[in-house]
């Protein structure tokens, strides 16, 4: 509705989706396949990019815990139903994000 898509449009191509494919969820097999595929990518990402916390201040590591935290979470409800991210924004319950600041909070005061 922005006009923005986080998707990268070659891989989009690749799939043989467009936006309009894909936003109206037109072939169930080759978007949820191709949503999965974005997870699964997505997933690497993040294991990659787990050592690089040691880098961090200790300032700045239950910030930087969080954000992947909320991030991951937000990957895994849409790994749970693909579908979901043309019809809602996908969001964590506010429970959910309390527990996760609670959490970086004790990170952010070295109590990992």
């Given at each position: 509705d922005r006009g923005r898509s986080y998707l990268p449009?070659?891989?989009?191509?690749?799939?043989?989706?467009?936006m309009d494919d894909l936003l109206a969820w037109r072939d169930d097999g080759v978007c949820r396949a191709f949503v999965l595929?974005?997870?699964?990518?997505?997933?690497?990402?993040?294991a990659a990019a787990g050592s690089l916390e040691s880098h961090l201040t200790a300032s700045c590591r239950g910030t930087s815990w969080a954000m992947g935290e909320i991030y991951?979470?937000?990957?895994?409800?849409?790994?749970?139903?693909?579908?979901?991210?043309?019809h809602e924004r996908v969001s964590l319950g506010r429970l959910q994000k309390t527990t996760?600041?609670?959490?970086?909070?004790?990170?952010?005061?070295?109590g990992g």
């Open positions: 449009a070659d891989e989009l191509a690749a799939a043989g989706l467009s595929d974005q997870v699964e990518k997505a997933r690497e990402h993040y991951r979470s937000l990957l895994e409800k849409i790994a749970g139903d693909p579908e979901r991210i043309v996760i600041a609670l959490k970086a909070k004790t990170i952010r005061r070295g």
